[in-house]
């Protein structure tokens, strides 16, 4: 029997010339990613836009500190430099001296370092070296937690709480155990700079703990491995491997929550006792030159007064920008603009 062949099939593919001349004519002429007219003008735009945005703050900055020097003409024509080292703030005689206010700042401000700094230091490294797991972030949180109460919410607490605790108890322990040293005698108020020290020390603990925490989360990890495999103890490892590698980043943390406790206002001003004198005794009421401020801004009748008073925010203005600008610059000199690394 014959069979008969079956017809062969017809494929319409090209050649295989033909097929390479194809695809050499599709890869010469690819589709473009945009369509239509593609131009420079958003570009532009958007880069000015964003020149504008960064000018506007410096812009800002400086117009603040004319203002301030434009308004403060009065007083400093009338006093000169004298008007930081005088006492007297009289405003019916128009004689105004800011010393009070610096000596006011400085020692509520130290006096809360000296006790907010070991806090806080402790807090970040039992976060970061100690603390388990499952309890660094809780821990963390709760701690940042305190820099979003209000100002004023701090003074109300220290009013009813703190105030009678350092009056009935801190005040009288501490007249009779140290009052020879003049820094804990006369009557115990409950208000006054030790009142100021301590709310402004539980204010700046979070802002303390969270950059101190930050600095020593970027300290190299094989730093501490190379400590304990020394025959370091935990205690060594930290003092030697962990702290003294971030020490200035620590001491920034520590001037940025100086500059916080410079400006505060409020609660400063609800417990100091608001009274232009200075005092060895830190029983004794104060004033702060922010609080003058709040205080005495809207009672300021005369010119004088009132550019005395726009001369002592120039100088708190000053002092802030620039106790905050050393901050800054101490802290990137330990990160170095680094991410935080979370540690194994």
């Known amino acids: 029997m014959s069979h008969h062949a079956l017809p062969r099939p017809s494929f319409n ?5 033909q097929a390479a001349k194809a695809t050499l004519k599709i890869e010469a002429k690819p589709l473009p990613l945009l369509q239509g007219k593609v131009s420079e003008l958003p570009d532009v735009l958007f880069g000015w836009t964003m020149r504008l945005c960064g000018l506007a703050v410096v812009s800002l900055l400086a117009l603040i500190v004319y203002e301030l020097m434009v308004g403060s003409q009065l007083s ?16 019916v005689e128009e004689q105004f001296g800011a010393l009070p ?9 130290v006096l809360s370092l000296i006790i907010a700094v070991p806090l806080a230091v402790g807090v970040a490294v039992f976060t970061t070296e100690m603390c388990p797991v499952w309890l660094r972030g809780p821990l963390s949180f709760t701690t940042e937690l305190l820099a979003t109460i209000p100002s004023v919410i701090y003074g109300l607490w220290a009013i009813f709480i ?11 322990f501490l007249a009779k155990t140290l009052g020879w040293t003049g820094l804990f005698s006369g009557p115990p108020y409950g208000i006054g700079m030790l009142a100021a020290g301590v709310i402004l ?10 950059i101190t925490r930050e600095v ?5 990890q094989h730093q501490r491995e190379g400590v304990l495999a020394l025959g370091a103890t935990r205690w060594e490892m930290i003092r030697m491997g962990v702290l003294r590698n971030a020490r200035a980043g620590i001491m920034g943390a520590v001037i940025l929550g100086l500059g916080r406790a410079l400006g505060e206002t409020m609660a400063v001003t609800m417990v100091i006792g608001n009274r232009p004198e200075i005092a060895k005794s830190l029983f004794a009421p104060g004033y702060t030159m922010a609080s003058v401020l709040a205080n005495e801004f809207t009672e300021a009748t005369g010119d004088v007064y009132l550019s005395a008073l726009i001369e002592v925010g120039l100088a708190l203005f ?19 603009g680094q991410p935080v690394r979370g540690i194994a």
Do not use: C
Not at 13 to 17: L, N, V
Not at 76 to 91: L, R, T
Not at 201 to 210: D, F, G, L, R
């Open 13 to 17: 593919a090209p050649e295989p010339g």
């Open 76 to 91: 400093w024509h009338a006093f000169g430099w004298k008007f930081f080292v005088q006492s007297d703030w009289n405003p």
């Open 216 to 220: 020593l989360t970027v300290v190299p």
């Open 101 to 109: 206010f610096i000596y006011g700042t400085v020692v509520s401000s």
């Open 162 to 172: 703190l105030v009678p605790l350092l009056r009935n108890y801190v005040q009288p």
């Open 201 to 210: 020390a539980i204010m700046i603990i979070p802002i303390v703990s969270s």
């Open 318 to 336: 000053l002092v802030t920008i620039v106790v905050n600008a050393l901050a800054r610059l101490m802290v990137w000199s330990v990160t170095r």
